[in-house]
């Protein structure tokens, strides 16, 4: 069945470093494919999506392509804030009205 | 974009009793979707609640310890039945406003003691 995959935390890093959180999925043909947050005390967000392969989602400066061959979709920011400290999810849907997330990732950014 | 109204947004309850979360949406929607994010762990699909039909429950849920309402297009309840502290977990409602973006109620963080 389908199902995502995602990297564990949490991931601590220093303000102004690289950020990636590594997501890979299974599903038969295209799916759409998400990235959503969670910040302390609040209700999921979407963070950016992706329709199709090749196709990059971007918002508040992350970023994440849809990479077919690789079954994947990684989200990458270039410079962290502390602001950006949250639990990340990576979701699927395929051909329902259904989200799969993963296990999501805790991100910690200090300054 | 839909805003979604949870409530309680917490609350602390003893083993044994039950306690009914509503979901207020701001728009009319065809499909609500109740998830539960147990701690530290990812969500979970409850079930599925259309309006005029009962509720499609995943595998492991059942509607006697989750019953969901659905009166109308706007609103939903979820109740949590004959608690223990296994059930201790946010509990979100969702809606699927566009066909390919979910949108998601604030939570009730649920602790059974």
């Known amino acids: 069945g389908n199902s995502v995959t995602q990297m564990e935390g949490p991931v601590t890093l220093s303000e102004e470093a690289f950020l990636t959180i590594n997501c890979t999925y299974t599903?038969?043909?295209?799916?759409?494919l998400f990235w959503y947050v969670q910040y302390p005390g609040e209700g999921l967000q979407l963070l950016l999506k992706?329709?199709?392969?090749?196709d990059k989602g971007s918002n508040k400066g992350f970023e994440a392509t849809y990479r077919k061959e690789t079954t994947s979709f990684h989200l990458e920011k270039g410079s962290v804030q502390v602001s950006d400290s949250a639990v990340y999810f990576c979701?699927?849907?395929?051909?329902?009205?259904?989200?799969?997330f993963g296990t999501g990732t805790r991100l910690q950014v200090f300054p | 974009s839909a805003v979604i109204s949870q409530k309680p947004s917490r609350d602390i309850c003893q083993r044994g009793t039950s306690l009914t979360i509503q979901c207020q949406v701001d728009?009319?929607?065809?499909?609500m979707f109740w998830y539960r994010q147990q701690p530290g762990q990812s969500l979970t699909l409850i079930a599925t609640?259309?309006?005029?039909?009962?509720?499609?429950?995943e595998s492991g849920f059942v509607i006697d310890k989750f019953p969901i309402s659905r009166p109308n297009l706007t609103f939903s309840t979820l109740t949590v039945s004959n608690m223990s502290p296994e059930d201790s977990s946010i509990y979100l409602c969702?809606?699927?406003?566009?066909?390919?973006?979910?949108?998601f109620g604030q939570g009730t963080r649920l602790t059974v003691v």
């Open positions: 979701a699927l849907n395929h051909n329902t009205d259904k989200l799969i």
């Open positions: 609640a259309n309006q005029g039909s009962e509720a499609t429950y």
């Open positions: 728009s009319q929607v065809t499909m």
């Open positions: 992706a329709t199709k392969a090749d």
């Open positions: 599903a038969t043909g295209y799916p759409s």
């Open positions: 969702s809606v699927d406003w566009t066909g390919t973006e979910a949108f």
